[in-house]
Every structure is written in C-alpha cells, then in structure tokens.
C-alpha cells in the first residue's frame, strides 16, 4: 500500500442460529448423538473456539438462540429477514452475511429467504456434518469458506449462496443428499457455481438470478401447504387427510418423472374440484418436473427443478400473492 493510502477492511456479519455446527459432542468420536448433550456454542464462542482469522475481514456478530434446524420455519425466515435489513442499514461497509444453520433444514432456510431477498450484497448459509469439537470437523473449513465468499465481490448479485465443503451452492438448486458425508451438500442439475480452495474463490459462472417479486407481510398468516409422497400402492387418505386439515395447496412427491398412483390422482382431482393448487414434483434427484398428462389432474404445475420440499415453500408464497393458477403456474417457471 503507497504511502497516504488509507485502507478500510470489508465487513462481514456472521448470524448464528444453532444446528450441527454449534454442538459441542461429548467426546471427540460422537459424531451422531451430540445433539443430545445440550451443548451449544454463540456465534461468538463459535468463532472463538474456531480461532477464525482475517487480516482483511472484520467480523461482527449476532445471533438467535442456537436451535436445532428442525425447529426452524416460516417465522424463523421472517426473523431472518428482518436481522439482515437491520445488520444493512445499520453497517456503511458491510460486505456480505454469513448465516451458520443446522443441515437437515438449510436448504429450505436458504432457499425461502432467496424468494424475499432483495439485495445484491451476498447472504451466505452454511453449517457443518460434524460438531466443532469431533474429530475431522468440517465446522471450521465451512465457517472460514463462507466468511470469504460472502466478502468476495464476485458473490454480489447472486442472491443467496450456501458454501459447504469448498463449494458454492446457489440457494435454489442445493440439496442435502448424504446423512452423514462431509460432501453432502450436492446441487443434481447444475453442479457448484464455484470453489473455495485456500485462499482463491473463483466462480464459474457469472451472476443470474431472477429479482424476487415476493412480498411478505409480517402479520400474514403462511397458507397451509402439505407434501404427498408417492409410493407404490399408495392410496388417496394423505391427500384427503390434508384438505380436511385446511391445505390450500398439495405438493406430490411423486415417483419419477413425476406421477401419483391411481387412486391418488383421483383424490388430487377431487381437491383440484375444491379449488386446492397442486404441484407435481418428483422423488428423483435431478431433471425437471413436468405437468404430465398422464395424471388427468386439470391445472397440475409442475414443480421444474424444485424438490418437493423447496416447491412447498414456492407455493406457500405464490398463495399469498394470488390464487390464479396461470399466475402460480409463471412463478414456478420463474423460480424453478
């Protein structure tokens, strides 16, 4: 740096909201039960323990009460989404936002806050396969990988991100796909848009997204939205059992490339009668789902490249907006 030049330091707001990545095992080889110990680290003992470090890279933080993912929802997002339009306006050189989450919900977490998310400065989610204190933790690679991307430039206008095991993930296309593994994170139809390897973050592909047209009011109820499976010789009580409990929409998990059985598709009519939306999606991992006439369902959407479990959130979101399925059926080619 020539002498005179001042240097200002990007600033990067970590959020912690619990999960994998903020246990504490009780022992180095409790690699499956750790959730259970009721140890869990702030987002600033985290980054404590962790011992992260950036010559260039302030670090703020701030913090839920640190959960299990799989009690997080609808009104977690909105929280979400509020934080980091505070943590925005009220930080001149905020540089990006880390979001550490337990992996069994992240991909939705990641995905519903890309629908509402506005912004081109980058929201990066990640967590970790293993706890911070187990052997061969990935907790500390993940955090340290995503406190890069969310600072790197190149992450701006791409919406929301999820890093894991090196790699950058687009919010809508990420998956987790093995239990256990430390590669589990995986996007079937579009692979990484980049790598984090040491200190180089490179992207291969340059910023597209689609401008989230979604809009939230905070005291708006979420229409209830159910998943089917479908499975061989299943029948329609599921789907029954749904509308009689208030669904306004169906998302079928059906078998691929995307078909319910019989019976359901003669209990999805039924609901189709009563004015419930229903989407088709597919069990399998990859390709798109199509509204396949097979089913004879009348004004079936098809979920695109949305799993089942993203193509609820879609659709509880497009219900708020409208009811009219040509409108629903544009919102799913839009974001799918």
């Not at 790197?152 to 206008?157: D, E, F």
Request: hydrophobic share 40%.
């Amino acid at each position: 740096m020539c002498a005179g030049e001042s240097y200002l330091k990007q600033t990067v707001l970590v959020i912690g909201t619990g999960g994998t990545i903020s246990c504490m095992g009780v022992d180095p080889f409790d690699l499956h039960d750790y959730p259970v110990s009721g140890k869990r680290l702030s987002t600033g003992e985290l980054l404590d323990r962790l011992c992260l470090s950036f010559s260039d890279i302030d670090i703020v933080t701030s913090g839920f009460e640190p959960v299990s993912s799989t009690e997080l929802g609808p009104e977690f997002w909105l929280a979400l989404q509020f934080e980091i339009l505070q943590a925005s306006q009220h930080f001149d050189n905020l540089s990006g936002v880390v979001v550490t989450h337990g992996t069994a919900t992240l991909e939705e977490s990641a995905f519903a806050l890309d629908l509402l998310y506005g912004s081109e400065m980058p929201v990066v989610f990640t967590g970790a396969q293993r706890p911070a204190n187990a052997i061969s933790s990935d907790a500390a690679h993940n955090l340290w990988s995503a406190i890069k991307v969310a600072a790197n430039p190149k992450a701006r206008g791409r919406g929301v991100l999820v890093v894991m095991n090196g790699s950058i993930f687009t919010a809508c296309d990420v998956s987790k796909t093995d239990n256990f593994a430390l590669d589990a994170f995986k996007a079937p139809n579009s692979g990484p848009v980049g790598q984090v390897n040491g200190q180089s973050v490179t992207f291969r592909t340059l910023p597209h997204r689609c401008s989230p047209s979604l809009e939230l009011r905070q005291n708006k109820a979420w229409p209830r939205v159910d998943i089917i499976s479908s499975y061989a010789g299943s029948d329609g009580m599921l789907v029954e059992a749904a509308i009689a409990s208030g669904a306004q929409g169906l998302v079928v998990a059906g078998l691929p490339p995307g078909y319910a059985t019989p019976d359901q598709r003669r209990a999805l009519r039924a609901a189709r009668e009563n004015g419930i939306v229903v989407v088709m999606a597919s069990r399998a991992l990859s390709g798109a789902t199509l509204p396949l006439k097979q089913n004879d369902i009348p004004d079936l959407i098809g979920s695109q490249r949305l799993s089942p479990q993203k193509s609820r959130i879609l659709l509880q979101l497009a219900l708020m907006q409208t009811n009219a399925i040509k409108e629903i059926k544009k919102l799913f080619v839009q974001f799918g």
